[in-house]
């Protein structure tokens, strides 16, 4: 696999050329801090020869140490109470670059230890953020046989063990890269459930795809109608990827994932115009995310936690056969649909996923609900490149958004909570009165009041999970979290994928 191999490393003389390191790459917020005399020393001299040194990430020559190379990157703005751990993440990423460029092959990255809890995981953010700098496009590797930029990267800790942790993590991330931001075609429905099971084949994971037309039209619907227009065309045909992870001994919580990926969105009959197609091979952000968590638990193998995931992988073709709007269409929870905007496709193929989920939730050990869905502009409008996580009633009485976003920030996924009012319920009213309810309204959601909140409503409604409040007799806790703004970052259309918001997801599945 085309990612980081992280190598624990204890040994202080292994600054010294100790284990084939060839460049020494330290993260910290002052010259002052560094604690190994030698290279304190070294950026020190290199300060006074260069003021940049402490500054800006800098190169010095450094005879003695690990290759000859020390890359001092500084962590900016420590002191400002508004920053999180993203700082060493930035100063890490400058860092890794120059090593790169420089030709290092086996850095060793040392990050000074803060005492400010903010920065409890300040390694672990840094070395993840190497792969996040590090990784290249699936398409550039298989044209051009591209191999990893370096060997190893060491992380010298004199106190914790990591590379585990952290290979897995990377692992899952490359996995979710992959998924999220290869083109339409290589990575088409089939292609993506293809390169899923492949990568977990001989694992954990227990592993299923739905593929017959029959079968999705019968218990996928609303999904089927998303994709109606491309089962025309073979090779475009949906998926629905079924996967679950069953520890060895005792399950405590049990954690049910729907994951939106929309492997190409024209928009269907409301087409998009206006060059807002360009990127939407990116629309699979939310499925990628949790296969990518899949694979990073088929490494570590946690107690306790049994995980199921439903991914549904379609594309929403223009075409004779294409569903439009007024349609009203029976949803697998048995609620009668109208399509406000066959545009608003992913809280169609989601509501779905999330039914058969429910039903897998009502028997299970301590459930809890998640959709992750690369769902709308109104996300980004409000919040940027964060995340929004929109919870039921019965997650707020739990308090699971506010502590996935507790856990996901110390680690440098920071989410934003939403919550959910009556005015998003009355947002999906049929005033016709045929139908039950209806999908959206007939305008961009960044300009809709409200519009990255009230898809949590309908998904609620269309799924049957309405249903299971808190004073139910079986209560069921659902988040939905939408990632439009934090599946990628850089260019708005073609920027690299995150794998957002695997890792916070992770640190909450297992702390929780």
């Known amino acids: 696999m085309f990612q980081v191999n992280f190598v624990d490393v204890k040994a202080e003389n292994a600054i010294f050329d100790g284990e084939?390191?060839?460049?020494?790459?330290?993260?910290?917020?002052?010259?002052?801090?560094?604690?190994?005399?030698?290279?304190?020393?070294?950026?020190?001299?290199?300060?006074?020869?260069?003021?940049?040194?402490?500054?800006?990430?800098?190169?010095?020559?450094?005879?003695?140490?690990?290759?000859?190379?020390?890359?001092i990157a500084p962590v900016t703005q420590v002191n400002d109470e508004y920053v999180d751990v993203r700082v060493y993440a930035n100063a890490a990423r400058a860092a890794i670059a120059i090593a790169k460029e420089a030709g290092a092959n086996r850095p060793l990255l040392y990050v000074v230890p803060s005492k400010d809890s903010r920065f409890s995981f300040a390694t672990e953010v840094a070395a993840l953020a190497c792969g996040q700098e590090l990784w290249q496009t699936l398409e550039?590797?298989?044209?051009?046989?591209?191999?990893?930029?370096?060997?190893?990267?060491?992380?010298?800790?004199?106190?914790?063990?990591?590379?585990?942790?952290?290979?897995?993590?990377?692992?899952?991330?490359?996995?979710?890269?992959?998924l999220c931001g290869t083109e339409p075609?290589?990575?088409?429905?089939?292609?993506?459930?293809?390169?899923?099971?492949?990568?977990?084949?001989?694992?954990?994971?227990?592993?299923?795809?739905?593929?017959?037309?029959?079968?999705?039209?019968?218990?996928?619907?609303?999904?089927?109608?998303?994709a109606r227009s491309s089962f025309a065309v073979g090779r475009h045909q949906p998926r629905v990827v079924k996967l679950e992870y069953l520890p060895e001994g005792e399950v405590t919580r049990t954690f049910l994932f729907a994951g939106k990926g929309v492997i190409y969105d024209t928009g269907g009959a409301d087409l998009k115009v206006g060059g807002a197609?360009?990127?939407?091979?990116?629309?699979?952000?939310?499925?990628?995310?949790?296969?990518?968590?899949?694979?990073?638990?088929?490494?570590?193998?946690?107690?306790?936690?049994?995980?199921?995931?439903?991914?549904?992988?379609?594309?929403?073709?223009?075409?004779?056969?294409?569903?439009?709007?007024?349609?009203?269409?029976?949803?697998?929870?048995?609620?009668?649909?109208?399509?406000?905007n066959t545009d608003a496709e992913g809280r169609l193929v989601l509501a779905d996923l999330l039914s058969h989920l429910r039903i897998k939730a009502?028997?299970?050990?301590?459930?809890?609900?998640?959709?992750?869905?690369?769902?709308?502009?109104?996300v980004v409008r409000c919040y940027g490149s964060y995340p929004a996580a929109v919870e039921n009633s019965v997650a707020s009485a739990q308090q699971c958004a506010v502590t996935l976003q507790q856990q996901a920030t110390q680690w440098g996924e920071p989410f934003e909570v939403s919550t959910l009012r009556p005015e998003d319920f009355a947002k999906i009213r049929d005033v016709s009165g045929a139908a039950e309810m209806l999908s959206s309204n007939n305008a961009p959601s960044s300009i809709t009041a409200r519009g990255h909140q009230y898809p949590a409503a309908f998904l609620l409604k269309a799924s049957g999970l309405f249903d299971h409040g808190v004073t139910a007799p079986i209560p069921l806790a659902y988040m939905h979290l939408d990632i439009a703004g934090s599946a990628t970052e850089g260019d708005p259309l073609y920027g690299k994928p995150t794998a957002s918001p695997l890792v916070g997801l992770y640190q909450y599945l297992i702390n929780r």
């Open 362 to 378: 009502v028997s299970a050990v301590k459930p809890e609900m998640f959709s992750v869905a690369t769902l709308t502009g109104h």
């Open 277 to 340: 197609m360009a990127g939407m091979s990116r629309d699979k952000g939310g499925a990628s995310a949790v296969a990518g968590l899949f694979k990073t638990l088929s490494m570590l193998k946690p107690k306790g936690i049994r995980v199921i995931a439903e991914l549904g992988l379609v594309r929403n073709s223009i075409g004779s056969e294409a569903f439009v709007t007024d349609e009203i269409i029976t949803s697998h929870a048995g609620v009668r649909v109208r399509i406000g």
């Open 140 to 178: 550039l590797r298989e044209a051009t046989g591209l191999t990893p930029a370096f060997e190893a990267i060491g992380l010298l800790s004199l106190s914790t063990h990591n590379s585990n942790l952290l290979n897995a993590l990377e692992a899952g991330r490359v996995l979710a890269r992959d």
């Open 20 to 71: 084939g390191w060839d460049a020494v790459v330290v993260v910290t917020p002052d010259l002052d801090s560094i604690g190994f005399d030698e290279i304190g020393l070294l950026a020190q001299h290199g300060a006074h020869v260069d003021k940049r040194v402490g500054k800006s990430p800098t190169l010095l020559f450094a005879p003695g140490l690990a290759g000859g190379r020390l890359i």
């Open 185 to 226: 075609e290589r990575m088409s429905a089939k292609a993506f459930a293809d390169y899923c099971l492949q990568s977990l084949a001989g694992s954990v994971i227990k592993t299923a795809v739905v593929e017959d037309r029959d079968i999705l039209e019968r218990d996928y619907p609303l999904l089927s109608a998303v």
